[in-house]
């Protein structure tokens, strides 16, 4: 069997030797090579020579299942022989622009195929055979099948899709011709054992159901052993996450997920579709403290531990940031907290979720969360914390330490502070750098307070 490409790429090249322009090329003919003139019906001994990089996008993309796939291809490969590589680095060209598209969601739907492929033994004359069926979004089964070649060499397998099947048998790997007749096992002995591991990974803590429902779609369940158990886990994860917060020490180690209180019940907040965060994050995390405060500090975002217990700055900011207020005499208990942003934004990496700072679009979509808490509070004084803060509450970009020095108000009213965000202080280089971070904070808190004209505390007795 020939790949998509490789079909594709017999009569581009046919078109390109005789010099038929894109608007001309008929990619419905099934006869084009029998129609060509005799001398054209192989390709010229000297096509020119396309990048590597151009081959390997139309590789990807001639997998795509649109119709008007080819038609693009071609010419964006006629205009690369005829004006010259310079369009492969426009990023503005509309055919490259297009054709990426296509590429990126043959990615992506050769990303799935490896997900979501489910192997089930079939008992054979001669051997023992394992066999899967898969409907991918798109005609990769010819691209992806090397993934399970080296990863499952010493089987004998076959995948068995709309587009053909893939047959490997422990030495070569051959592609052969649809056969709808052909068996799949409806279950096997090691599925019982696959699907006690798949319930014991399940954190309970860490579900999002519409995140999950993205990167896993329905349209795949019906190959999914284990999506029979989705709708149990999920109907059972909230009483689940109580019981592992009953048993677990909050003091103790291990996962953070783990010792997560109860997600509060859902809010108006919850419910703001405004930006894309909200797909991934646990829940929105609104700020805190008491309604009448003087001071309200307001953070970037929510950091891992903030998303998976509602409140925020809870987590190593947080507690940075308590330090801080002592330091300056600032009630940590008696201002405001909270952040631009009310949803985490983050970059997976393994098991970690690493912070990743918030586009201008979603603080811009967050804003009028952060202006209801400043019209609800009306503080005195509010302490920006970091360049995402001061830009949420100013609407312009003003670095830090330029700020720190300018007497800034918000349009409350209301005098503003700004500052170093608490993870400054845990990202800087050296005890030093880190040292002198923290002070600056303490020292803008203690400005915060008397501006605010609180009186500093006094030392509780010993």
């Known amino acids: ?120 033994e079939l008992a054979a004359d001669d051997c023992v055979r394992y066999v899967a069926r898969f409907a991918p979004e798109h005609d990769v089964l010819m691209r992806t099948a090397p993934f399970f070649v080296d990863r499952f060499a010493a089987m004998d397998w076959m ?84 019981r592992m917060v009953e048993h677990t020490s909050p003091c103790a180690g291990g996962n953070i997920a783990a010792r997560a209180p109860l997600p509060r019940a859902p809010s108006t907040l919850d419910a703001c579709r405004r930006c894309a965060l909200w797909e991934r994050a646990t829940q929105a995390v609104p700020g805190a403290g008491p309604r009448d ?71 811009e979509a967050c804003r009028s969360w952060l202006d209801q808490e400043i019209d609800t509070v009306r503080p005195q004084v509010i302490v920006a914390l970091g360049a995402s803060a001061l830009f949420a509450l100013l609407r312009k970009r003003l670095g830090v330490a330029a700020a720190r020095d300018t007497p800034l108000m918000h349009g409350s009213g209301a005098r503003i502070v700004a500052t170093y965000h608490p993870s400054a202080v845990l990202r800087a280089p050296d005890e030093q750098a880190r040292a002198a971070t923290f002070e600056a904070l303490a020292y803008d808190l203690r400005n915060a307070r008397a501006l605010a004209g609180l009186v500093r505390p006094a030392p509780s007795a010993a």
């Open 1 to 120: 069997m020939k790949s998509p490409y490789e079909t594709w790429r017999d009569k581009a090249r046919a078109f390109l030797a005789a010099g038929i322009r894109p608007e001309h090329a008929d990619w419905q003919d099934a006869l084009l090579r029998e129609r060509l003139p005799t001398t054209l019906r192989e390709p010229a001994e000297d096509l020119p020579r396309v990048p590597a990089s151009l081959v390997d996008l139309l590789k990807r993309a001639a997998c795509h299942r649109d119709p008007a796939r080819n038609a693009l291809m071609y010419r964006l490969l006629w205009r690369v022989v005829r004006n010259g590589r310079g369009i492969l680095r426009d990023a503005a060209d509309d055919d490259m622009i297009g054709v990426t598209h296509l590429a990126k969601a043959v990615d992506r739907a050769s990303h799935k195929m490896k997900a979501f492929v489910r192997f089930r």
């Open 293 to 363: 405060a003087p001071i309200m500090l307001v953070g970037e975002q929510p950091g891992d531990e903030e998303d998976l217990a509602g409140k925020p700055f809870v987590g190593p900011a947080g507690r940075v940031l308590r330090r801080a207020c002592d330091d300056a005499g600032v009630d940590r208990e008696a201002v405001y907290v909270t952040n631009a942003v009310k949803h985490f934004s983050f970059e997976p990496r393994g098991t970690r979720r690493i912070h990743k700072t918030p586009a201008q679009r979603e603080i």
């Open 159 to 242: 995948i068995v899709t709309p587009d053909g099947i893939a047959h490997w048998d422990r030495a070569t790997l051959r592609h052969l011709a649809p056969d709808p007749t052909m068996p799949v096992p409806g279950t096997d002995a090691a599925e019982s054992l696959w699907l006690a591991y798949y319930e014991s990974i399940f954190n309970p803590a860490r579900l999002n159901v519409p995140m999950m429902r993205k990167e896993m779609p329905v349209a795949y369940w019906k190959h999914l052993p284990e999506a029979a158990r989705i709708p149990v886990l999920i109907a059972d994860a909230m009483p689940r996450a109580g």
